[in-house]
């Protein structure tokens, strides 16, 4: 017989749905590695805990959405997945150093230079303007927005199961990324192909690209005013994740027949290209995130069934 597990009378695997398993996996294996990895992460005992919180309050935003007793509560059961994107972003840049210490760039720039002769960036340098530019760069500022408007879209529609569904490959993708950073971390062309403090006299943009950027490079970990950025900017440049969730999500789109398809094409193609033209990635960090965004859509439906099966996780019908 199966054992089960009950909290608070209740069985986990009639609450928990597959997108929960992925978030307590994550923090499952930051845990992990805060343990293997304890005198000489900085900071192990808070990650830890924060980690069992989340956890802990994974199980506990289940177990009330089930009862269906608040609309607030059933909403959070649907949407807490959002804010664990970048929480759980923000944690894995604390491990990559300590797995793999060493820079990628070198290759990366071999690899582009096989395969078109030249290095993408100056050939696109070229070909720039500052309205090319601004818009460019406003499209990649829209990345995290593309799924947050397709799920309440569907969410808006009633289609709860197609909700689940984008939330599940969602959480995967981002996770799978993640964990890919381990393999090959590089800091991007804007460092190791150019000079960085030269990006807004190389590529000026019209009114928003400036801030834009500022915003970006606060996310990717680079201090105000840092004269050695490439020293604090996170290892996430392979495989380009901007890349492999934009085409999940626009694969998503053109499968539920979202009613914004055509604006979802103009942005998502306009952002594939400004991690590119912007600077951000290497053309084959491209092509890895277009590899990776078919190996989660094939892979993701796979484990949710299995999980199904083996009763570890509902269904959402």
């Known amino acids: 017989m199966k054992e089960k597990v009950l909290i608070f009378g209740r069985k986990l695997s009639e609450v928990l749905r597959t997108q929960d398993i992925y978030v307590m996996g994550m923090s499952c294996f930051y845990i992990v590695l805060s343990l293997v990895f304890f005198t000489s992460l900085t900071g192990a005992i808070p990650i830890i805990l924060w980690n069992i919180f989340i956890i802990c309050a994974v199980i506990m935003i289940a177990l009330n959405?089930?009862?269906?007793?608040?609309?607030?509560?059933?909403?959070?059961?649907?949407?807490?997945?959002?804010?664990?994107?970048?929480?759980?972003?923000?944690q894995v840049f604390n491990f990559i150093g300590l797995v793999n210490p060493y820079d990628y760039?070198?290759?990366l720039i071999e690899w582009d230079r096989a395969l078109f002769g030249v290095d993408p960036t100056h050939v696109l340098l070229n070909y720039s303007s500052p309205f090319l530019t601004e818009i460019t760069q406003f499209a990649y500022m829209l990345y995290f927005f593309h799924g947050i408007i397709l799920g309440i879209e569907l969410y808006y529609d009633g289609r709860v199961r197609e909700v689940h569904q984008?939330?599940?490959?969602?959480?995967?993708?981002?996770?799978?990324?993640?964990?890919?950073?381990?393999?090959?971390?590089?800091?991007?062309?804007?460092?190791?192909?150019?000079?960085?403090?030269l990006t807004n006299q190389e590529l000026p943009g019209l009114w928003i690209t400036e801030y834009a950027r500022l915003?970006?490079?606060?996310?990717?970990?680079?201090?105000?005013g840092s004269l050695t950025?490439?020293?604090?900017?996170?290892?996430?440049?392979?495989?380009?994740?901007h890349t492999m969730m934009?085409?999940?999500?626009?694969?998503?789109v053109f499968r539920y027949g979202s009613r914004f398809k055509s604006l979802f094409f103009i942005f998502s193609v306009l952002l594939i290209f400004a991690t590119v033209y912007q600077r951000y990635h290497y053309v084959v960090d491209v092509i890895a995130g277009i590899l990776c965004c078919f190996a989660v859509m094939w892979l993701e439906p796979r484990i949710h069934r299995y999980f199904v099966k083996k009763q570890w996780t509902i269904d959402i019908e």
Do not use: Q
């Open 105 to 107: 760039d070198w290759l």
């Open 215 to 224: 915003f970006i490079d606060t996310g990717d970990g680079i201090p105000r």
């Open 229 to 241: 950025p490439e020293k604090f900017v996170h290892r996430n440049c392979m495989p380009s994740g």
């Open 246 to 252: 934009t085409l999940v999500n626009l694969l998503l």
């Open 65 to 90: 959405a089930a009862k269906k007793d608040s609309v607030f509560i059933r909403v959070l059961g649907v949407f807490y997945c959002i804010p664990m994107v970048p929480i759980m972003f923000s």
């Open 166 to 197: 984008l939330i599940r490959l969602t959480m995967f993708g981002f996770f799978v990324s993640y964990f890919l950073y381990f393999c090959m971390p590089a800091i991007g062309p804007r460092f190791t192909l150019h000079d960085y403090f």
